[in-house]
């Protein structure tokens, strides 16, 4: 759990770093957009309906405000000709002007709420689009993808970075009937006065200017940025997931001050971030109120020479007004793409079609009934090239045959039996089940017929009932109408876990703690092995899924598998009681087969064999001794299925 010091810290992994694109930052944002748009269509239409509506009656208020000013506020103050007689407001004039108000205002609301909840609406959605796609891949993405990457950048990723790649979605359409009142905004002031207009025409390569430099500044930093949050969101999910360890080693210091590192490390490029941002926007605001004050200058110069009327230069005022609106939300809109833009470049990276993260071709083929072969033919497997961890392994498991696998440690085991299992592309090689090659046989009908337990036994924050079932209905080969509760019942037997099952307080319907802390060791093996055991795999691989059960239990337990499950069983063994209950044995030294045969025949005949049980059978006397101080919960006694599927 170490982590490197921070003067050391080498940053993200380059390969979590969205790929450089030439494009600007605005190109690549408007096609993000246009990619969310495409998604969902309809809500984002409707919400830019709404816009431009609310568009239109903004300029229109700007209108009707200088016909109030010129038809009923300066006849309503009163004015002579000279004579004094005083001009008045007809009634209906005013009731008229009202009535187009009213009627405005009610349609530029009915305008704001239509943009407003169907640009949430698209937001929202296109969030879980990303989050749907990011599920998919997880799910779906080979084992060498999820060893490459830590957890907590994972969830970064279905977290921050999604709610960042859709953040812009909300102001874009806004911007859009931004830009229209802009344009419509524009021609009116031109028809109004040409001065006035002239000086509005002043401000806008101000702010486009400002814009651009903002968004070439702010990208670098947001990139580090978000790539730092998974950095900071990765030694989160550590310290949290190894809270035992951290408890029992007292790391709660050295967690503390790595946590501290990377939320330095985050702190100081969001401060980047925000410093660019407390510039920028100030800036974008005092460009547009030192044009107003200008446009208010060269307004009162042109009422005093007659140019305009007091309406047309309110008029003019309200529409300069409005046009710093549009410039204020295309500045937020292009202040707010850029993180999009770096957070969506970092989803395509862990979405991306990489060679490495690919699964192997697959065909539609179906492996035999029974218990399978396996021909396992000059496999070689390497997670780094020229650094391999299996090198030309070849042996072959009869149908029905229980094989040892064992060997010092690091000599290639589990990663063998991932192979097996089809969970790791061999780099050469191959396996055969049944006679049928890996590489042909249908993905779906695989988890149905191969079982691979590990040491360590992953169990969800869930009932008992829902850990060993885990969706048994839909996996491929379990067959329609299967009696779920028998099966279940079945192998919780076999797996000597239906004693301390029933003990527990809600039975089957007892929630577990998360990874099922709330269980024994050996509790939780006996469930993941219930679990693998309740598919009736014709392939069982068990990568020492019994160390942490009392021996004469996992004697128990091997010896009820042979007896009641068709099923050819492959066991990667460090007791000597386990390999002794096996057909042969293969021994792996250094990732390769270094012999076969029977453990009396290894043992007679291959030193470093015998060398490597006599150092089992003084952990096995130690580990008696450990149980004999603290044995295993009672269990019964063997059981075997009868061929009604009843457990005796």
């Given amino acids: 759990m170490a982590a490197p010091d921070a003067e050391s810290d080498p940053g993200p992994d380059p390969e979590d770093e969205p790929p450089d694109d030439p494009r600007s930052v605005t190109r690549r944002g408007m096609a993000l957009l246009w990619r969310s748009v495409r998604t969902h269509p309809k809500p984002f239409t409707i919400s830019v309906v709404g816009a431009l509506v609310f568009a239109t009656m903004t300029v229109a208020s700007t209108v009707a ?36 108000v009213v009627m405005i205002a009610l349609t530029r609301a009915a305008g704001v709420v239509a943009r407003r909840y169907f640009c949430g609406m698209t937001t929202f959605r296109m969030g879980a689009t990303w989050r749907e796609r990011l599920a998919d891949r997880y799910v779906d993405a080979p084992l060498r993808f999820h060893a490459r990457r830590p957890a907590g950048e994972l969830m970064a990723h279905a977290d921050n970075d999604t709610m960042r790649a859709v953040e812009f979605i909300n102001p874009a359409p806004f911007s859009m ?3 229209v009142i802009g344009v419509v905004a524009f021609a009116r002031l ?28 702010i990208e670098p930093p947001a990139a580090t940025a978000q790539a730092r949050y998974g950095d900071m969101a990765a030694v989160a999910h550590e310290s949290f997931d190894g809270a035992l360890v951290v408890k029992l080693l007292g790391l709660g210091d050295h967690e503390s001050a790595r946590m501290e590192r990377a939320a330095d490390a985050l702190r100081e490029q969001r401060v980047r971030v925000g410093l660019l941002r407390a510039w920028f926007e100030p ?52 202040e707010t793409m850029p993180p999009s833009v770096v957070s969506a470049a970092r989803l395509d990276a862990v979405l991306a079609d990489d060679r490495r993260d690919r699964h192997p071709a697959r065909g539609d083929a179906r492996v035999p009934g029974g218990p399978l072969a396996v021909e396992v033919e000059h496999l070689g497997f390497a997670h780094d090239p020229g650094t391999p961890v299996l090198d030309d392994v070849s042996f072959t498991v009869r149908p029905g045959e229980v094989v040892a696998i064992t060997g010092a440690t690091a000599s290639g085991k589990t990663s063998l039996c991932l192979c097996l299992a089809g969970l790791l592309e061999p780099t050469s090689g191959r396996v055969r089940l049944g006679g049928v090659d890996l590489v042909d046989l249908d993905p779906v009908a695989l988890p149905g017929a191969v079982a691979l337990v590990f040491q360590e036994s992953f169990l969800f924050a869930d009932t008992v009932r829902a850990n060993v079932v885990a969706e048994l209905d839909g996996t491929a080969g379990s067959g329609n109408g299967v009696d779920i509760d028998a099966r279940l019942a079945t192998a919780l037997s076999l797996a000597r876990a239906d004693g301390f099952v029933a003990a527990l307080p809600d039975g089957l319907d007892t929630e577990l703690g998360e990874r099922g802390v709330t269980l024994s060791g050996g509790q939780r093996q006996r469930l993941a092995l219930a679990r693998a055991l309740v598919r009736r795999p014709r392939l069982l691989v068990l990568d020492d899924a019994t160390s942490a059960i009392d021996p004469t239990v996992e004697a128990q337990i091997l010896t009820g598998l042979g007896a009641a499950l068709d099923t050819t069983t492959v066991v990667v063994a460090h007791r000597v009681s386990t390999i002794r ?68």
């Fill in 581 to 648: 209950l096996a057909d042969r044995v293969v021994f792996v030294d250094a990732g390769r087969v270094a012999a076969t045969g029977s453990h009396d025949e290894l043992l007679a005949s291959v030193p470093g064999y015998a060398a490597l049980v006599r150092a089992y059978e003084v952990d096995d006397d130690a580990l008696a001794a450990e149980w004999d101080d603290d044995p295993d919960p009672a269990s019964p006694a063997p059981a075997s299925v009868g061929d009604d599927g009843a457990v005796r």
């Fill in 190 to 217: 031109m028809f109004v006065d040409w001065a006035l207009a002239l000086v509005a025409l002043a401000v806008f390569p101000a702010l486009f200017l400002l814009n651009r430099v903002y968004t070439n500044l």
């Fill in 65 to 100: 405000l200088g016909r109030v000013t010129d038809d009923v506020i300066v006849p309503g103050l009163g004015s002579d000709d000279g004579g004094g007689t005083f001009r008045g407001v007809d009634g209906r004039t005013v009731a008229a002007v009202s009535f187009a």
């Fill in 177 to 179: 009937s931004a830009f």
């Fill in 283 to 334: 800036s974008l605001t005092a460009i547009p109120n030192l044009g107003s004050v200008v446009a208010l200058g060269v307004g009162a110069w042109r009422l005093s020479t007659g140019d305009v009327t007091e309406g047309a230069l309110v008029e003019a005022l309200a529409l300069f007004a409005v046009l710093t609106m549009p410039m204020r939300v295309i500045g937020y809109f292009l």
